[in-house]
Each structure stands twice: as C-alpha cells, then as structure tokens.
C-alpha cells in the first residue's frame, strides 16, 4: 500500500515556464513533507520542506504548497532552467509522533525542454 | 569536509555470499541511515539509526543487519546476499533526524547474481 504517491512518472516542461510536481499521501498522521531532487548517478539532494501548520513555503525559484484536507502537495518551479532536469521525491513523516522514519513517493522525472 | 562517503561504488555478488557496505560522515550527525533505491520504486528505508549504539527497523529491513558503534560510521551488511538484493544503495546523515535536511551518499551499486 502505496502511502506517498508521485502519479505522474515524467514531466516535460519548457524552459522558462512553470513545473508543477504533484504529490499525494495516504496517511493522515504525516505532518512533515520533504522535497528531494535527484540527478543520474548521484545521491538525492534536499529542495524544501513544509510542516502542516503552513499552507506555502517558498525558497527562491521553488514553492511547495499543502492542502491537508485533500491530503495532497505540489512543488512549482519558477521560472523553470535546464539543471532543473532531475527526479523529484517526494516524502513525509509523523513529526507529531515522534517518528524517526519517512516514507518516500516513488519519483517524477522531470525534463525541461530548451 | 567529505560529507557522507560511501564504499565500494559498484559491488558484485554471488547469492549467499557476504558483505559489507560502508558508510562514514564527517559532519557528527547524530542520524544516519540506508535506504535501497530500485527502478520504479523510490527511495525505501532499510534501518536508522539516532545515535551510536542506537538502530532500528525500516520499511524493508529484511536480509539487512547494522550497527553503530561510533557516531561517524554506520556500515550495512548482507548476510547472505540474494538476487533481490540487488539495487542501488544510499547512506544519510543528518542533524535533526527525518525533519531536517539529509545528506546523502553517492550510492553503491550491488548486483548478485
């Protein structure tokens, strides 16, 4: 049973324009979501993170929103650039519950066309 | 600084054989862990571990063992290496457990054939 889904495999978006990277979770105990954004033959690395006592976080070109009651988050990158081409993951965790583990979507490839 | 090291890069293996993936931080992160990353699948949790002397259980533990003796060092080990192991695994560290940002390794390659 899949908690944190990423529907959408791969993602074509021109450069300059907006991508827009869609997550769903199951759990209702996750109040804690990351970002991770990977590229081929290198480990992940952090983008941005969101509490569920906010809606919105942005930093710089990247904003994650959150909307509990539909259990779903979206990741905007604004404007959209070439070393944006990478897997995005998304995960979550149980802050509230003290737990130590995070549970991982299974990623979208993103590709940003020139 | 290094950051979160990992060896060896690539590894074969026979099935039912042994080994050691070793993972090592310089940045005295109380919490580290292993995740395997498999095509199509994500990123899935096999143990963590938030401190030394201080492990647990992950989504897919199973065929896994570790320890942590010393803060820096968090090595995986395959007991008896199956073809369903083979994957591409990654070690984390970080300050403040899952809720802040984890570094990761550069990964290793395991195939058993």
Redesign the interface.
Known sequence: DQQ?K?NS?SLSVQEGRISILNCDYTNSMFD?F?W?KKYP??????LI?ISSIKDKNEDGRFTVFLNKSAKHLSLHIVPSQPGDSAVY?C?A?A?LNR?????????TRLHILP | NAG?TQTPKFQVLKTGQSMTLQCAQDMNHE?MSW?RQDP??????IH?S?GAGIT?Q??VPNGYNVSRSTTEDFPLRLLSAAPSQTSVY?C?SSAG???N???????TRLTVL
């Not at chain 1, 033959?41 to 952090?46: D, H, I, L, V």
């Open positions: 944190v990423q495999p804690y990351l991770y033959a290198e480990g992940p690395t952090f993170s993951f995960a965790s802050l737990d130590d583990k995070i549970i991982f979507g299974k990623g | 979160v919490y995740y199509g699948m994500g990123l899935r949790l963590y938030v647990d992950g989504e990654f984390a457990g899952v809720y940002e984890q570094f990761f390794g550069p990964g």
